[in-house]
């Protein structure tokens, strides 16, 4: 049971950075309303904004899973039979954080990409 909401709490925060990601979308509006008759709008710098934040975001990922691995492999080399049993069981949660984190930043950027397009 307190595994299931732990891994509940994990794809919830996820899922939540996820929209906040997703939501990084050109938006289409005029510098001036006032003077706005029509036409293109220069969406450069919002598209470079969204670039750049799914990078941080997939790259803060990417580092922060590498650490974890790292940290729990290290725990269960040098950890007893019973600490070892234990870190198996942290390392379902991890795998399931760590897919969603690549994920995540991939399916935003193809959200990203496919709203440029439009």
């Not at 003077?35 to 969204?50: F, R």
């Not at 922060?64 to 198996?88: D, H, W």
């Amino acid at each position: 049971m307190k595994n299931i909401k732990t891994i509940s709490r994990i794809v919830s925060v996820l899922l939540i950075a996820f929209m906040l990601v997703s939501l990084v979308t050109p938006v289409f509006a005029a510098p001036d309303p006032s003077n706005y008759k029509g036409g293109n709008v220069d969406t450069t710098k919002i598209d470079t904004l969204g670039n750049q934040i799914i990078t941080i975001v997939s790259t803060v990922g990417s580092i922060v899973s590498v650490i974890v691995l790292v940290v729990l492999g290290v725990k269960y080399m040098m950890g007893s039979a019973e600490e070892k049993a234990e870190y198996k069981k942290t390392l379902l949660p991890y795998i399931i954080g760590a897919a969603l984190v690549f994920a995540a930043s991939t399916i935003a950027g193809v959200i990203f990409n496919f709203a440029n397009s439009i």
